[in-house]
Every structure is written in C-alpha cells, then in structure tokens.
C-alpha cells in the first residue's frame, strides 16, 4: 500500500521533473545569467560536433567518421529560432558524457511537445499533404526542418534569404538521388526536377526568387504558409498568378516586408516581363515614369516653343509698327 503511494509519488515528481525541464516555447526568453550557463553548456558539446572539434577532438580514440556526419555549426546554430537553447532541451541528459549512453537517443523532443498549439494547426495540414499521405511511416516534421538550422522566415524578411532558405528544404531530397531513395526506397524513381518544370523559363533562376510551396500549396490561406503540398496536377502553373499587378506573393512571400518594398519587389517583376515575356501582365511603374517624363518634356517644349514664336513675332510686328 505504501510502496504503491510511494511509486505514484515518485512518478509524479519525475512527470513535474520531466515538464518543468521543458522549455515551452511561449517561456519567457533566458535571463542573460540562463544564457551564459547555456552556452557554457553547448560549448562543451560542440568542442566535438563542430567542424573545428572534429579537426581537434578533446581526446583520443574518438570514431571520427562518425562524428563527420554529426556536426552543427556553431554560428548557424546561434543565429537560429533555437539558438538560445541548451542542446539538451532537446536531446535529454544523456549525451553529458561521452561515450553517450545507448538510450540517448529515446531522449529526443519532438516539436510537438514544446510547440503543441502551432503545431496542432500545422500537423493537419501536413497530414493532407502528398509526402504524409505517401510516406506516413518516415516522414516527419524534422524530415523537412533541421532544428539547428531553421529561421522564422519573418525574421528572415529579405526573400531571397526565405527563398534559399525554403527551397534548400525540397531541394536536398528532389535534387539528390541518395535522399530521394533513401525516405521512399520501394518508390519510382526521382522524377528529374528540371524537366518537370521546363515550361517555366530559367525554371533555377525562377527557383532564386520563388518559393517550391508558393505553386504547390493552396493559395486559400493567406494568413500563412500552408503545409499542405499538392499533388502536382493541382500544382499552379498560371504565369499571371504572380506576374500580375497584385500578386499572390505580397500575401505570402513578401508579407513580411513593408508594402513600399513590396512594391519594389513586384516592381522588379514587371520591369523584367515587360520585356516582352508575357504580354500585358503586368502595369509598369518606370515606364509609367518615363511616359510621364516625355509627356511633361513634350507639352514644356511645345509651350516653350509657342511661347517663343509668340515672343517673336509680337517683336518682329512691333519692329514692323516702328
Ligand atoms: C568528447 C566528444 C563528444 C562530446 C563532448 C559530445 N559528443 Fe556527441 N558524439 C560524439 C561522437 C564521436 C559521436 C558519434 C557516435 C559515437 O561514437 O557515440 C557522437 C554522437 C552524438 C549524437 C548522434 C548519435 C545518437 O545517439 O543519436 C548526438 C545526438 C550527440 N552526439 C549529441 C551530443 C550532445 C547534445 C552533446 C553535449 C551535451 C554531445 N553530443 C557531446 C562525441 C561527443
Ligand atoms: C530544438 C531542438 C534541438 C536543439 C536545441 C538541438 N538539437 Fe540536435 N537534433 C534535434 C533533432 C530533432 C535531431 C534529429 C534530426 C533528424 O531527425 O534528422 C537532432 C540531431 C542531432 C544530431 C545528430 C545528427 C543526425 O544526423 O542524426 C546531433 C549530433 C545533434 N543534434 C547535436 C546537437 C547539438 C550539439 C546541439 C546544441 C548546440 C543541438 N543538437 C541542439 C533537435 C535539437
Ligand atoms: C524542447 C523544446 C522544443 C522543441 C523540441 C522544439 N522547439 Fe522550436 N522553439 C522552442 C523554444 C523555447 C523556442 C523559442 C521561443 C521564442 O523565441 O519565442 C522555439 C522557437 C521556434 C521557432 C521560432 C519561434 C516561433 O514563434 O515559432 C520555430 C519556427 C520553431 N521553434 C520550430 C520548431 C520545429 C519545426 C521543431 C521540430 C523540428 C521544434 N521547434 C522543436 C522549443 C522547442
Ligand atoms: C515538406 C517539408 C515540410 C514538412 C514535412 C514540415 N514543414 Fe514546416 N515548413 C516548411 C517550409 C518550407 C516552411 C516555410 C514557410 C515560411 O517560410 O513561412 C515551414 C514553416 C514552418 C513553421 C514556421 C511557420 C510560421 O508559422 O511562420 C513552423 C512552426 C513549422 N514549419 C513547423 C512544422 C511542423 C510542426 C511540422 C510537422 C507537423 C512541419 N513543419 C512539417 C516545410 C515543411
Ligand atoms: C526527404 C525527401 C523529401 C523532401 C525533403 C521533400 N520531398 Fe517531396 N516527395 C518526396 C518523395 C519520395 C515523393 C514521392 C511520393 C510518392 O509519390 O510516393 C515526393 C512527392 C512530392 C510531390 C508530389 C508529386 C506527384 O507525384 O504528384 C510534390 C509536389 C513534392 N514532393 C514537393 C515537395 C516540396 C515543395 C518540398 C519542400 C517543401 C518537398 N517535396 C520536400 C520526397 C521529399
Ligand atoms: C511556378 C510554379 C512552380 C514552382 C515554383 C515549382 N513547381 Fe513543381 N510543379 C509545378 C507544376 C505546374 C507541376 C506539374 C507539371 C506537370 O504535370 O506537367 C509541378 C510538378 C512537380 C513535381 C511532380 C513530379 C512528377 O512528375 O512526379 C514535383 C516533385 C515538384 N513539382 C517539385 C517541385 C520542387 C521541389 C520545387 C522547388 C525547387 C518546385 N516544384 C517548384 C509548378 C511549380
Ligand atoms: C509562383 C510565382 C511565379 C510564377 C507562377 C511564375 N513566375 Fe516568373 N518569376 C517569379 C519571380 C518572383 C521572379 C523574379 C522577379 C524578381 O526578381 O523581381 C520571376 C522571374 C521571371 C522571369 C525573369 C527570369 C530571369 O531570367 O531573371 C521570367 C522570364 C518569368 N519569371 C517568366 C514567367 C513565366 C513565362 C511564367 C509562366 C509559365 C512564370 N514566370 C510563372 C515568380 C513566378
């Protein structure tokens, strides 16, 4: 009887334990104190996961090779949404002491622990999407999001940043055979990602500036970016869709910025079509200018001109009245 209150009390302490060593993600940032200690804390993981630790390991003996594919980028990782974090919020206790312990790895946190509300929201998105309905057993949320890496595309802001950053995503698995087989190994074969897109002029240039989720997810959603990938026949193809005076992207891709560069970048768009791409997209702002500019010129020079011969013919009559 008392052995089991004991248990139960135990049980509950650890589950107390376990929930306040979770950092939530609505917790208030670490106090500059916290922070120190957490970078104390990384610095030790990373004199052997990171590339200067794997140049000089702090001691002997250690499986380099393995290491090799293990490392984190300090400054990369300071720099992201998870830069202010001890790497075992997320990883657990027991990697402090190398070798680690075999059931380290059954430490690991998912998103969904520390980000339950906005991953409930994204989680049925993702669950409608080609890749959950196709892989359900190994795709995840960490498939597409390296935690160490990821940046909040509103702290981002410049798009060409959000771009690289988005597209590295989809890049790394339909741009690599290793990858692509290695998440669907009984699957077809990679489909080539050039040609599919060939219709789309300089389709990798158009891959600088424009996100893959931009035609592959639905556009219903403007308040933010949908996780729901399409099959492709639902894909967008429309050159208008984003090549127009009001484009889809300054709900999206550029809803970060503010609408003056918005419009620069909208601006950009149109200066480069109406160079004869496609015919009557797009309204454009300098040539509108331009036009101004003449127009001005022409009526000043025709008035000027007026004015002068009107100058001059009042003083050629005058002369002629003398
Ligand atoms: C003394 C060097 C060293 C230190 C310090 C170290 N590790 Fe490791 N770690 C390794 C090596 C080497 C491997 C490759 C596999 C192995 O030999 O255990 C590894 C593997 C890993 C792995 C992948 C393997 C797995 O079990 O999933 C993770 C995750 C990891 N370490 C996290 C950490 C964290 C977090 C810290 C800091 C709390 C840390 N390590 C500190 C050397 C180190
Ligand atoms: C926000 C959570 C989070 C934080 C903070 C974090 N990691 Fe990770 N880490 C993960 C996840 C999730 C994975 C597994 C990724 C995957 O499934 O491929 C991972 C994988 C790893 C791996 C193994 C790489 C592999 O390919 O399996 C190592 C090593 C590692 N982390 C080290 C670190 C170190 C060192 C730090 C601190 C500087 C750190 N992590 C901070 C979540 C985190
Ligand atoms: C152990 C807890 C933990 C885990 C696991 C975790 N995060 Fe976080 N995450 C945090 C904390 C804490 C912050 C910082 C909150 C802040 O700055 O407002 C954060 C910040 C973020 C942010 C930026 C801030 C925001 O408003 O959303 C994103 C995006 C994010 N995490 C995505 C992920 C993804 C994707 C995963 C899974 C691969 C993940 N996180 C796993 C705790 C976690
Ligand atoms: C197929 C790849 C993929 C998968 C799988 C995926 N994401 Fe994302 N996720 C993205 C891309 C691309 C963005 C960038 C959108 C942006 O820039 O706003 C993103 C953005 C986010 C953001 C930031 C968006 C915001 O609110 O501003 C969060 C948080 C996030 N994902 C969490 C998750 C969670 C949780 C899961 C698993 C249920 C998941 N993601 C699965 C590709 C993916
Ligand atoms: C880790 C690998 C991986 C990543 C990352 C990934 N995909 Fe996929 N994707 C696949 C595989 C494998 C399939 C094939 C699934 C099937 O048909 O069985 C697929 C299917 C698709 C399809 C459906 C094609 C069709 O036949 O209709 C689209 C569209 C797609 N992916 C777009 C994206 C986009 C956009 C991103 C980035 C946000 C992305 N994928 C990230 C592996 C990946
Ligand atoms: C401008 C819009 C647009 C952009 C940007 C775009 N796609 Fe597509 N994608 C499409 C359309 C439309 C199709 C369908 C083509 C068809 O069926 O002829 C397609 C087809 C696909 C398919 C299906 C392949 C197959 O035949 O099974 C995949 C996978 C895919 N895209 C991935 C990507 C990735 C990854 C990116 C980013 C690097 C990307 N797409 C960028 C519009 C786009
Ligand atoms: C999802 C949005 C989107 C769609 C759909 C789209 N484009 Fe684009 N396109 C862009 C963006 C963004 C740029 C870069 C503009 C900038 O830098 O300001 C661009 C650039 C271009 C360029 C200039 C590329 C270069 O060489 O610099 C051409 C040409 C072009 N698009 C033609 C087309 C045509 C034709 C279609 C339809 C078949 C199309 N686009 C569909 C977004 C899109």
């Known amino acids: ?25 609505d917790d208030p940032p670490p106090t500059p104190e916290e922070l120190a200690k957490i970078k104390t804390a990384n610095a030790e993981c990373l004199t052997c996961h990171s590339e200067a630790g794997l140049k000089k390991p702090p001691k002997e003996g250690l499986d380099l090779k393995k290491l090799r594919n293990y490392l984190v980028d300090p400054d990369t990782f300071t720099a992201s949404d998870h830069g202010q974090m001890a790497c075992s919020k997320c990883h657990g206790d027991g990697y402090d002491k190398h ?47 390296d935690p160490h890496v990821m940046t909040l595309a509103a702290k981002l802001r410049d798009p060409h940043k959000i771009v690289a950053q988005d597209n590295k995503i989809c890049l790394d698995c339909h741009d690599s055979d290793l990858a692509f087989a290695k998440i669907a190994p009984e699957k077809k074969k990679r489909p080539p990602i050039d040609e599919i897109h060939s219709w789309l002029p300089n389709t990798r240039l158009h891959w600088q500036a424009v996100r893959c989720i931009e035609c592959h997810t639905p556009t219903e959603d403007k308040l933010s970016l949908s996780h ?6 639902k894909a967008e193809k429309k050159c208008a869709t984003c090549h127009s005076a009001n484009t889809s992207l300054n709900a999206r891709l550029y809803r970060h910025l503010a609408k003056e560069e918005q ?5 950009l768009n149109s200066v480069i079509l109406s160079n004869s791409y496609v015919v009557g997209a797009t309204r454009n702002p300098s040539i509108d200018w331009i036009v101004i500019g003449l127009f001005v010129a022409i009526v000043v020079g025709v008035i000027g001109h007026g004015l002068v ?11 002629n009245h003398d």
């Open 263 to 267: 419009n620069k970048y909208g601006f």
């Open 99 to 145: 070798p680690h312990d075999a059931k380290a790895k059954e430490g690991l946190s998912e998103c969904q622990d520390c980000h339950a509300r906005k991953a409930m929201r994204i989680e049925r998105q993702f669950d409608k999407s080609v890749h959950a309905e196709h892989l359900s057993d190994s795709f995840t949320c960490s498939t597409c999001h």
């Open 228 to 233: 729901e990938i399409l099959n492709k026949d």
């Open 1 to 25: 009887m008392f052995a089991n209150f004991k248990n139960k009390l135990c049980g509950a302490l650890a589950l107390l334990v376990m929930l306040t060593a979770t950092a939530f993600a």
């Open 309 to 319: 011969r009107i100058i001059t013919t009042r003083m050629r009559r005058s002369k």
